[in-house]
């Protein structure tokens, strides 16, 4: 399937996986739920102790990651996103370390008009680096490993919805009153180590009480009914109480 996070969070081809961390955030004027996506998690990871950091323009969410299989659980990696926003430009990056300080993988993520221009994940323990770039109307696609260079490969954008990891959440925002009709917002997902897009929809699943507050579920389902097959949906919930957390 795609290559949606670190290569250590990575699975190929196996079901029944699921997203298992939710970080409450904040961006700019909404409350938001960041999700550190790690959609097809290997290991049963979930991120405790967020701290959220506002500055002038840069909002900082910093959590541990950890694995559910260990008795007590294992302390698997730091993480930290940075969302800085000047007018209508927007940067986000997202960072791993291990327990021991050592930066592990990177992503990075450019946007203007809340529209993605350029997203890159370093693999620095691999030495490897993916960048997906939007070039007019097509969406180029590299992959580097060293002084090793794969040829470009390159999809029509054909008016479509691009998404990366690391700007899902705020998407659903951006549609939330669409969604809550009852409609979906249709998307493609960059997945780049595999140097292609894959096609994913968002929808409302329910309303749920949240530590008795209302809430809604939305779910990410691959709009493939082959892959739809293989893995479980993701689910994003949000407090439905006025501050959209």
Known sequence: LGLLGPKIFRVFYRPFV?????IQS?????????????????????????????????????????????????????FEKRVLQKGTEAWITVSYKTPEGKLA???????????????????????????????????TLLFQKGSKTKSPSSEDKNGDLILTPVNLAETILMNWDLLNRGE???FRLIALGHQETFRFRFFKKKEIQYKGKPAIVFQMKPRSLLISALIDPVEINFLNDGTRK
């Not at 993605?116 to 691999?126: I, N, R, T, Y």
């Open 18 to 22: 699921k997203l298992f961390v939710l």
């Open 26 to 78: 904040h961006f700019r004027f909404h409350s938001i739920v960041f999700a550190a996506i790690l959609i097809f998690l290997q290991s049963q990871a979930f991120a405790v102790t967020p701290i959220n950091i506002e500055e002038d323009g840069l909002y900082i969410i910093q959590g541990k990651l950890f694995e559910f299989e260990t008795e007590p659980p294992k302390l698997l990696y730091h």
């Open 105 to 139: 993988s990177k992503e990075e993520a450019y946007f203007i008009n809340k529209v993605f221009v350029k997203f890159e994940h370093h693999e620095l323990q691999a030495g490897e680096m993916n960048k997906a770039e939007l070039m007019g109307n097509k969406i």
């Open 184 to 186: 979906t917002v249709d």
